[in-house]
């Protein structure tokens, strides 16, 4: 049932340089993936829904649903400050979700750059 939301966060992985391999853990019952080096990134959490919706679970005071608002507000499902949604049995831009994997991925990795 998780099957769409895997395959976007393996192929984000892909496309960051230097990330490594992915930790995957159960989370409140939900797969979760962070890199494994640690003080990279911020994990994702795939939570499927009941309608077949599957949505990507971010942590919501890092302020990455807003970024990923001000990026692809208006191409992207989302919901409030926690979740890309992918409905089920809809096309979703793809692109943009990996990248919003990539950037939550990557997230203290690019703090500690900004907050030099």
Not at 66 to 74: C, I, K, N, P
Request: net charge positive; proline share 5%; charged share 30%.
């Amino acid at each position: 049932m998780t099957g769409r939301a895997r395959t976007l966060i393996a192929q984000a992985a892909q496309t960051v340089p230097d990330l490594g391999p992915l930790a995957e853990t159960i989370k409140w019952g939900e797969p979760s993936f962070t890199p494994r080096k640690p003080r990279t990134g911020s994990s994702v959490r795939i939570q499927a829904r009941e309608n077949g919706d599957e949505a990507l679970m971010f942590i919501c005071h890092t302020g990455l649903v807003d970024t990923f608002r001000d990026l692809y507000g208006d191409r992207l499902h989302l919901e409030g400050n926690r979740a890309i949604v992918l409905p089920h049995g809809e096309r979703v831009d793809e692109a943009a979700v990996r990248h919003c994997i990539a950037l939550a991925l990557t997230y203290h990795r690019r703090k500690r750059h900004r907050d030099r």
